[in-house]
């Protein structure tokens, strides 16, 4: 049996682990965002990837914590696929550390490019290059099928030497804030109380207060709940107003939820 843990906040890693566990087969697909609190994870599985989104040119707060919980073996086969809309930074190489420290290692990890979701620097783009991002990303998990499908190993893909230096460097500095980065949510008149963006936040960060959504203060940053508002009525920041959504068109904001 074969394990892929994922996190995804507006369905893109959900999509590439899906891509993955139809071309391996004997797979299982599980959501980090189901598995958070402080016990350990035990997993046996003789191949286990991880599939999530580069965040800061680096790992998420949410995969750093499940990582940390899981019991890692050193006879397993670990491999990781990183989506991003520009640079990768040293996301595989720093989870490749964590592994190390708890005496495993990653064997194989690639960096895939995906349409972004970062609405706070900029909204979709036009439907004609988002389908070609997924032309392009289904030819290259045909090639990773082939790596992972037999337990290969290959070189860690990163970025050059100095966009790994300022990614770190702009990491160390600001993830600890990442948490408390939900104070620039703010809802407008068009909310109806339909209460999608607190069904839908990977980390229950949101609590409906009067009829209006409420951010709690461990947000993740991943854009779930602002993307998928029918409405279109949450903001973030001064600039969200005019820009336009973006969510995977292929999956499902059923497969989405908790």
């Given amino acids: 049996m074969k394990m892929i843990y994922y996190f995804s906040g507006t369905g893109n890693s959900l999509w590439v682990a ?3 566990k139809e071309k391996l087969g004997d797979t299982k697909l599980v959501s980090i ?8 994870i035990e997993d046996n599985s003789s191949t286990i990837g991880f599939v999530f989104p580069v965040y800061i040119w680096n790992i998420p707060n949410i995969v750093r914590r499940f990582v940390k919980r899981l019991n890692v073996n050193e006879s397993t086969y670990y491999f990781s696929v990183i989506t991003c809309a520009s640079s990768q930074g040293s996301t595989l190489l720093n989870l490749d550390r964590l592994l190390k420290r708890r005496n495993g290692k990653l064997s194989s990890g690639f960096a895939l490019k995906m349409p972004s979701n970062y609405i706070v620097l900029g909204g979709a783009e036009g439907k004609e290059k988002i389908n070609q991002c997924f032309s392009n990303a289904e030819m290259r998990i045909n090639d990773i099928q ?9 070189k860690l893909e990163t970025s050059n030497f100095f966009m790994r230096m300022i990614g770190n460097i702009i990491y160390k500095f600001s993830i600890s804030h990442i948490n408390k980065m939900d104070k620039n949510y703010w809802v407008n008149e068009k909310c109806n109380e339909c209460k999608i963006c607190e ?17 709690l203060g461990h947000c993740e940053q991943c854009m779930s709940c602002i993307q998928y508002c029918p409405q279109e009525s949450i ?10 959504r973006y969510k995977n068109p292929r999956i499902n904001i059923s497969e989405m939820m908790k």
């Avoid at 965002?33 to 350990?40: E, K, P, Q, R, T």
């Avoid at 082939?146 to 290969?152: A, D, L, T």
């Fill in 18 to 20: 899906k891509k993955i």
């Fill in 146 to 154: 082939e790596v992972i499908g037999k337990n290969k190993e290959n």
């Fill in 235 to 244: 903001q973030y920041g001064k600039n969200t107003l005019k820009r336009k």
């Fill in 199 to 215: 069904q839908i936040c990977p980390v229950d960060n949101i609590k409906m207060e009067a009829g209006k959504p409420k951010w």
């Fill in 33 to 40: 965002s189901s598995l958070v609190g402080d016990s350990i």
